[in-house]
């Protein structure tokens, strides 16, 4: 099975970790462009270099692409780029001609352009940092009455509807793909939502547009993950397996409370992450495939590095008794200590353990976990030392440094450093080792973007 992955930038959580997975079984070659040629916090991509790479390819089963770093460059470059509506659609038009000629399944995503209620500009136009919030209640407010208060210079409110509208109008010829039959599937992500915004009526425009041509296409919650739920799919498909899956949460009767950045229930995203990979959403375990065990939040979600600290998991853990994946989703960017201390005194049974992620946000950890217990549970001979890999990266960044160092780093750190983020996770580093019986040696530590969110490290 050759699949050719086109990644929405080069953070390690959308370029490295698809490879990684993928290595899981032996059958799947995944052909990705070299990381150069992608975009970054600052960077666009080589759009060219990429599209280049995809045109020479052979022999290519299956195609996942996030559509953004074709039309933009990336993700981020997706809300600052000043190009033309005329110049973007060349580009997907060269890219859809390409793909025409490969005669492979296209499993695509594009992004409905996120409203941050945040001043920073980091990943936004420059002038988010005077007007990001006004523009967000702008949004809100005309979305759910109308009309909105202006607070904001008139040559900045231009420049962004312009922008957005542009957005808009390209994610409008995606529908036009789709109708054509070009697609297998289509999705488009809503990130960071609120009730109502500019962003919430494109997302329900092009529901309707869905809906109405009963097309293979879905508007979901969530970004990063998608292409990684995409390539789930894409393998799923290709094995033509019907899979169950039933989720078990640790905090039952709180499933309808709302993650942070999400716009919907628990149990709803859930259900959707499930639907998005092409398994089949089951409610009674004793006829499920696999369990999706779920340690989920209260009231509230945590969020560790922003100080909103919520109570941990207090129970016992029984795993279940046939295959199963772990979703930990108590906080937002970051594990639950006291949930991976409890899991920490189980061994792994490798038969039946099919992976634990704590990545981000909800939508985050839910698709690139099931993506990665698909590739295992599918594979006819998984490799379990790529499997153990992919653990122990998933540990060591979502739990030893999410939860943990990355707090503590800033607490005496004002600019990032390696040789500090090294002597801190070292004690996590042996702490995997025995839980997943994988001796590794001392990782190579980096920070790809130049900030404390993210980090990436090379296990061999």
């Known amino acids: 099975m050759n699949i050719a992955f086109v990644p929405i930038d080069n953070r390690p959580v959308c370029y490295s970790l698809a490879k990684q997975i993928a290595d899981i079984d032996s059958e799947i070659n995944l052909f990705l462009p070299d990381k150069s040629l992608l975009g970054d916090l600052t960077k666009t991509a080589d759009i060219e270099g990429i599209l280049n790479w995809l045109e020479n390819l052979s022999q290519i089963d299956k195609v996942v692409v996030a559509l953004d770093t074709i039309a933009y460059g990336g993700l981020v470059p997706s809300r600052r780029c000043n190009d033309s ?28 352009m996120r409203i941050s209620n945040n001043n920073v500009n980091e990943e936004e136009k420059e002038y988010w940092n005077l007007y990001g919030k006004k523009i967000f209640k702008y949004s809100y407010d005309y979305h759910k009455n109308g009309k909105a208060d202006i607070d904001i210079p008139e040559d900045i409110l231009k420049d962004y509807l312009q922008t957005r509208n542009r957005n808009f109008e390209i994610n409008k010829l995606y529908i036009k793909w789709s109708q054509e039959h070009f697609l297998n599937t289509l999705v488009y ?16 425009v092009l529901e309707i547009h869905i809906t109405a041509n009963k097309l293979n296409a879905l508007v979901k919650t969530g970004a990063d993950e998608i292409p990684l739920s995409l390539l789930g799919r894409a393998i799923l498909d290709e094995y033509g397996k019907k899979i169950k ?62 100080g909103v600290d919520v109570e941990g998991f207090k129970g016992t853990l029984d795993m279940p008794q046939k295959p199963y ?46 993506c990665c217990a698909i590739v295992k549970y599918l594979a006819k001979t998984p490799d379990i030392n790529a499997f153990k890999k ?19 780093l800033k607490s005496y750190l004002s600019e990032i450093s390696v040789s500090n983020l090294q002597k801190e996770m070292l004690p996590y580093e ?29 296990i061999v």
């Open 390 to 408: 992919v653990q122990a990266i998933r540990f060591l960044d979502d739990w030893a440094y999410q939860a943990n160092v990355r707090k503590k």
């Open 430 to 458: 042996e702490t995997i080792k025995k839980y997943l019986s994988y001796d590794f040696k001392e990782p190579e530590y980096s920070y790809p973007w130049n900030r404390f969110f993210e980090i990436e490290l090379e």
């Open 245 to 306: 899956i039933a989720p078990v949460y640790t905090e039952p009767d709180y499933t309808a409370k709302i993650s942070r950045y999400e716009d919907v229930s628990v149990c709803d995203s859930v259900k959707s992450q499930i639907e998005l990979i092409g398994a089949e959403y089951c409610e009674n375990i004793e006829e499920t495939d696999l369990v999706l065990f779920v340690n989920n939040f209260k009231e509230e979600q945590g969020e560790l590095v922003m």
């Open 85 to 112: 509506f005329e110049t973007i659609k060349k580009r997907i038009d060269r890219l859809k001609n390409i793909l025409q000629k490969k005669h492979a399944q296209v499993y695509a995503f594009s992004s409905i």
């Open 189 to 204: 992500s809503k990130d960071d939502c609120a009730e109502y915004g500019l962003n919430v009526a494109e997302a329900k």
């Open 325 to 370: 994946l772990i979703a930990d989703i108590r906080n937002a960017n970051g594990a639950d200590n006291d949930f991976v201390h409890q899991l920490l005194k189980h061994k792994p049974d490798f038969k039946n353990f099919l992976g634990y992620g704590g990545w981000n946000t909800t939508g985050n950890t839910l698709g690139s976990i099931l």
